[in-house]
T-cell receptor
Framework: AQSVTQLGSHVSVSEGALVLLRCNYSSSVPPYLFWYVQYPNQGLQLLLKYTSAATLVKGINGFEAEFKKSETSFHLTKPSAHMSDAAEYFCAVSDEKLVFGKGTKLTVNP | EAGVAQSPRYKIIEKRQSVAFWCNPI?????LYWYQQILGQGPKLLIQFQNNGVVDDSQLPKDRFSAERLKGVDSTLKIQPAKLEDSAVYLC??????????????FGPGTRLTVL
């Protein structure tokens, strides 16, 4: 069965600093990978997805992620954190259905 | 375009009571999903509909949970009787195509259920 592991349930960065949220996947077939963001009391919103085209995927709000098959990773990055980025981020892998990781809560300090 | 609508947003019930959640997907979306999100975890798929047929309900506790999608549009999820461990956020999502693996799912705001 496919699965994802998100390293670090909480990440704290200063405003303007690099954001790096880690995701490793387990899949027996080439995966489709997603990052979703969830703001407090809201549903999930798609940030970006990898569907076997370019390995570097650009998403909304300045986020991007790089698919690395050799490392089975799909880490999410943003060069400069903004206060509005504070939220919970979920990595997910899709085969016949979406399987989510446990999430990483991002805190941005002023 | 209007997003996925869910109601109620919050519900508090006592164990052994019943509860129902409603979802209205984005207009024209063929596929509808119900997820359970327990505090501190990612969403877990409960059931997937394509139009008004069930595609996957392998993780739905069928002894107490039921769901239907009337006329391939709105959907209701019911729990009867509720248990303490059912306390969670119930998310509805929809996608435009036939539930293919690369399809983007659009999520509603969820219903937060507390079972006392």
């Amino acid at each position: 069965a496919q699965s994802v592991t998100q390293l670090g349930s909480h990440v704290s960065v200063s405003e303007g600093a690099l954001v790096l949220l880690r995701c490793n996947y387990s899949s027996s077939v080439p995966p489709y990978l997603f990052w979703y963001v969830q703001y407090p009391n809201q549903g999930l919103q798609l940030l970006l997805k990898y569907t076997s085209a370019a390995t570097l995927v650009k998403g909304i709000n300045g986020f991007e992620a790089e698919f690395k098959k050799s490392e089975t990773s799909f880490h999410l990055t943003k060069p400069s954190a903004h206060m509005s980025d504070a939220a919970e981020y979920f990595c997910a892998v899709s085969d016949e259905k979406l399987v989510f990781g446990k999430g990483t809560k991002l805190t941005v300090n002023p | 375009e209007a997003g996925v609508a869910q109601s109620p947003r919050y519900k508090i019930i006592e164990k052994r009571q019943s509860v129902a959640f409603w979802c209205n997907p984005i207009s024209g979306h063929a596929t509808l999903y119900w997820y359970q999100q327990i505090l501190g975890q990612g969403p877990k798929l409960l059931i997937q509909f394509q139009n008004n047929g069930v595609v996957d309900d392998s993780q739905l506790p069928k002894d107490r949970f039921s769901a239907e999608r009337l006329k391939g549009v709105d959907s209701t999820l019911k729990i009867q009787p509720a248990k303490l461990e059912d306390s969670a956020v119930y998310l509805c999502a929809s996608s435009p195509a036939g539930g293919i693996s690369t399809d983007t799912q659009y999520f509603g705001p969820g219903t937060r259920l507390t079972v006392l």
